[in-house]
C-alpha cells in the first residue's frame, strides 16, 4: 500500500476545507506535470529550471542592451554619413558625385526593397556592407617661382660741377670761384667738361673723405695742379666707366709739384683711362700715400711719373710711365701686387725707372721697366730678371722681352737707357730668356732662382 499517495490525499482534503472556511477561494492554477509527485530530484530539476530561465533572461537582457548600443552607433554612422555626404556636396567635386551615384545603387538593390537612396544606413536583414565614401584630395597648386631683377640705384652726388666757359655747381659743399672750384666738405662729387685754365681745390675743415668721380673731363691749370688735396682725410679719384679724362699743369710751383697734389693719401681707381702730362714737375705727387687699384693710366712728365712720401702701391690697372728722372719713386716703400706696368726713367745716370728708398716687395702682376738704374726687388716670390747693356742704348730704341720663346712685352724708352727689368709671376727656374733690341736678339740665357743679372757688352 502506498502510504504516500494517502497521505497527500488527505492533506489536500483538509487544505480543502480550510481554504473553504477562511474565505474567498483562489482562481484555480493551471495543472503542472508531476505536482502530485514531489520529489528531491523534482525540486533540484525545478531550481535547475529555475537558474536556466534567470540566465536566458540575463541573456535577453544583454542582447536587448547589446541590440541598443548597435542601434545607437547605427544611428550616430547614419548621422556620420549624412555630415559627410553634405559635406561632399558642399565641395561639389567630380569624384563626390561618382561615389554618390554608386551608393543610391547599392541602396536601391538591398534587401530592404526601399528606393530612397540612403545608402548611408547598414540595414537590420542582411544587407551588403556599404563601401566607405573617398574624396579625391585637391591637387596642390605651385606658384610659379617669380625672378626679382634688384636694379643699383643710380649713384647720386652731393654736387655736379661742370667745366666750361664759365663753372656751374649744382649741389652742396662745393663753390666756384672764377674758374677754380672749391670743395669744403666731405661726400661725392662728380666733374664734367673741359677748361683750359681751372682748378678742383679740395680743403675740408674736419678731414673728411671726399671722392670725386671723373667724368669725360679735360682740365689744364697754368700756375699749379689741375687737382689740390690740401686737406682731407682721404682722398679718392674715381674714373667714371668707359670715360677719358685729361689732365695738365704748367708754371713753376716747387712744393704743389704735381698734375694731381695731395698733402694726404690720394687713391685713384675706376675703369675709365685717364692722361697726365705734367709740365711742371711730377704726374702723380703725394706727401702720403698713393695707391693705384685699377684705371688704366698714360703719365708724361718732366720729373717722375709717380712720387710719393711715404709709400707707393699698385694693386691693378694698366700703367704707361714716362718719367723725366725716376719713373716712379718712393721715399718711403713701393708694393707692387698685381696690375700691368710699363715704365721708363729719364736720362740722368743717377735716376731709375723704379726706385724705392727703403725696399721694394713685388708680390704679384707684370713690371717692364727701362732706365739707367733700377731698385731690385727686397720680395719677391720667383726669380726675377735685370739686364745691363754696359755701353747702353739709345732713346727710341724698341727693347723686348721673350720668355721661352714667348715675346710678353716691349718697351721704347724716350730717353738714352741701358738696364731694363722684368717682373712677373710666370718666370721661373730653368726658362730660358732672350732680351731683344729693335728686333735682334741679344744673347740667350736660363733663369736661376733669385736675382738673374745678365750683362751684355
Not at 535547475?48 to 542601434?71: F, P, Q, V
Not at 567635386?93 to 551615384?101: E, G, L, N, R, W
Not at 718712393?330 to 729719364?346: D, E, L, P, Y
Not at 708680390?363 to 731690385?376: C, F, L, S
Amino acid at each position: 500500500m502506498n502510504y504516500k499517495r494517502v497521505i497527500a490525499a488527505l492533506m489536500a482534503s483538509l487544505m480543502v476545507a480550510a481554504s473553504t472556511s477562511c474565505g474567498p477561494s483562489k482562481p484555480a492554477e493551471p495543472d503542472t506535470p508531476g505536482v502530485s509527485e514531489t520529489t528531491e530530484a523534482s525540486v533540484e530539476e525545478s531550481e535547475k529550471a529555475t537558474e536556466a530561465e534567470k540566465t536566458n533572461e540575463n541573456d535577453k537582457e544583454k542582447t536587448t542592451e547589446k541590440e541598443k548600443s548597435e542601434k545607437t552607433t547605427e544611428k550616430k554612422s547614419e548621422k556620420t554619413t549624412t555630415a559627410d555626404k553634405k559635406s561632399d556636396k558642399d565641395k561639389k567635386t567630380t569624384t563626390a558625385k561618382a561615389s554618390d551615384k554608386k551608393n543610391e545603387t547599392s541602396g536601391n538593390s538591398s534587401g530592404n526593397g526601399n528606393s530612397d537612396g540612403n545608402s548611408g544606413e547598414s540595414g537590420d536583414e542582411g544587407n551588403s556592407e556599404e563601401k566607405p565614401q573617398t574624396t579625391k584630395a585637391p591637387e596642390k597648386q605651385t606658384t610659379p617661382a617669380v625672378t626679382t631683377v634688384v636694379t643699383e640705384p643710380a649713384k647720386t652726388f652731393d654736387a655736379e660741377i661742370t667745366f666750361n666757359e664759365t663753372v656751374s655747381v649744382n649741389g652742396i659743399n662745393a663753390e666756384a670761384s672764377g674758374s677754380v672750384v672749391k670743395i669744403t666738405a666731405g661726400g661725392d662729387y662728380i666733374v664734367k667738361g673741359s677748361t683750359s685754365n681751372g682748378q678742383i681745390y679740395i680743403s675740408t675743415a674736419t678731414e673728411e673723405k671726399v671722392e670725386i668721380t671723373l667724368d669725360n673731363v679735360d682740365i689744364s691749370c697754368g700756375g699749379g695742379p689741375a687737382i689740390f688735396v690740401n686737406e682731407a682725410k682721404r682722398c679718392v679719384l674715381k674714373l667714371k666707366e668707359g670715360s677719358v679724362n685729361y689732365l695738365s699743369d704748367g708754371g713753376n710751383d716747387k712744393i704743389n709739384d704735381g698734375v694731381i697734389f695731395s698733402n694726404d693719401t690720394l687713391r685713384i681707381k675706376g675703369d675709365g683711362y685717364l692722361e697726365i702730362n705734367a709740365g711742371n714737375a711730377h704726374g702723380i705727387a703725394s706727401d702720403d700715400d698713393v695707391i693705384i687699384e685699377s684705371g688704366k693710366y698714360s703719365i708724361n712728365s718732366i720729373k717722375s711719373g709717380i712720387i710719393a712720401n711715404d709709400n707707393i702701391t699698385v694693386n691693378g690697372g694698366e700703367l704707361t710711365i714716362f718719367g723725366g728722372t725716376n719713373g716712379m719713386k718712393s721715399k718711403g716703400t713701393m708694393c707692387i701686387n698685381g696690375g700691368t706696368m710699363w715704365v721708363c726713367g729719364g736720362s740722368k745716370e743717377e735716376k731709375s725707372s723704379l726706385y724705392s728708398a727703403t725696399g721694394l716687395y713685388y708680390r704679384g702682376g707684370y713690371v717692364y721697366a727701362a732706365g739707367n738704374q733700377v731698385t731690385p726687388p727686397t720680395e719677391t716670390p720667383n726669380p726675377y730678371i735685370v739686364v745691363n747693356w754696359i755701353n747702353g742704348l739709345p732713346a727710341e730704341s724698341t727693347v723686348g722681352f721673350v720668355l721661352g720663346g714667348t715675346e710678353f712685352a716691349s718697351l721704347t724708352p724716350k730717353t738714352n737707357f741701358r738696364c731694363v727689368m722684368m717682373l712677373a709671376p710666370d718666370i721661373l727656374i730653368g726658362d730660358g730668356f732672350t732680351p731683344f733690341v729693335d728686333g735682334s736678339g741679344n744673347g740667350d740665357f736660363t733663369v736661376a732662382e733669385g736675382q738673374n743679372l745678365f750683362v751684355i757688352e
